[in-house]
C-alpha cells in the first residue's frame, strides 16, 4: 500500500488539479478527495470525492481540500504518507499558508515536498537553475522555500496542465495523441515529468525519461 497525500491550507493552488494529473498517470492508485469537483464524473470506480476522508487499504492518492479538522482519520492519513506534497503559488499568502501547513505537518510526517505552481514561463530557466530571477518579490518568495529546506519542483502556467479537470486525460497523456499539443506544451511536459519521476521514485515505481517528445528543447 502506498500513500501520496497533497495538503494545503489555501484553496486554488491546484492541489486537485496536480492530484488529479497524478492519478491518472499513476494508474494502480485511487484518488480520493474531500473537495467538490468534477473529477469524480471522470472515472466513478477509481476516483471519489468523500466529505470524510480516511485511510484505505489500497494505493492511493488523498487530494485534502484544506484540512481545518484535525481528526484521527486525518492523522492517519498523513502518518502512514509516502510523499506528502505541498502546492504552493508564489504570493505573499500562498506562501504563509505554506509554511503553516509545513509547520503542522512535519511533526506527524517529515516527508514534504513543495511543488510551486502556476509559474511565468519567464522565470522558470532561472528557477530549474537554482538561479535568482530578478524579480525581488519572486526571489524572496522563493528564499523563504529554501528556508524550509525541503525538495522544491517548478512548473508554469498552462491550460495544458488543467485540462485533465474537463477531458479527463493528464497532460503526458493528452499530449501522446497530438503532435501539435505536444510541441505547444514540451516545456511543461518536462516539468511535471521530472516531478512524475520523482514522485514516482519515492513509492517504488519504475521512472520514464519524459522529453516532450521529438520536440524537446
Do not use: W
Request: glycine fraction near 6%; charged fraction near 25%.
Amino acid at each position: 500500500m502506498k500513500t501520496i497525500v497533497l495538503a494545503g491550507k489555501k484553496g486554488g493552488i491546484s492541489k486537485t488539479t496536480t492530484a488529479m494529473n497524478l492519478a491518472l498517470d499513476l494508474d494502480e492508485f485511487y484518488l480520493l478527495s474531500n473537495d467538490d469537483s468534477v473529477i469524480e464524473s471522470h472515472d466513478s470506480d477509481r476516483i471519489k470525492i468523500m466529505e470524510d476522508l480516511k485511510l484505505i487499504q489500497a494505493n492511493a492518492i488523498y487530494d485534502m481540500g484544506g484540512f481545518v479538522k484535525n481528526t484521527k482519520n486525518i492523522s492517519d492519513i498523513f502518518i502512514a504518507a509516502d510523499l506528502i506534497i505541498c502546492p504552493t503559488f508564489l504570493d505573499v499568502n500562498s506562501i504563509k499558508r505554506l509554511k503553516n501547513t509545513v509547520e503542522e505537518l512535519t511533526p506527524l510526517n517529515g516527508k514534504i515536498t513543495i511543488l510551486v505552481n502556476n509559474i511565468k514561463g519567464k522565470y522558470m530557466k532561472n528557477l530549474l537553475a537554482g538561479e535568482k530571477t530578478g524579480d525581488k518579490k519572486v526571489d524572496s518568495y522563493i528564499e523563504i522555500l529554501n528556508n524550509l529546506n525541503l525538495p522544491i519542483f517548478f512548473i508554469r502556467e498552462s491550460v495544458g496542465f488543467t485540462k485533465c479537470m474537463t477531458e479527463g486525460e493528464s497532460i503526458l497523456k493528452s499530449t501522446e495523441k497530438n503532435k501539435f499539443e505536444a510541441y505547444l506544451y514540451r516545456n511543461i511536459i518536462k516539468e511535471y515529468g521530472l516531478f512524475l519521476n520523482f514522485v514516482k521514485k519515492q513509492i517504488g515505481i519504475d521512472i520514464t525519461e519524459y522529453k516532450g517528445k521529438q520536440y524537446a528543447n
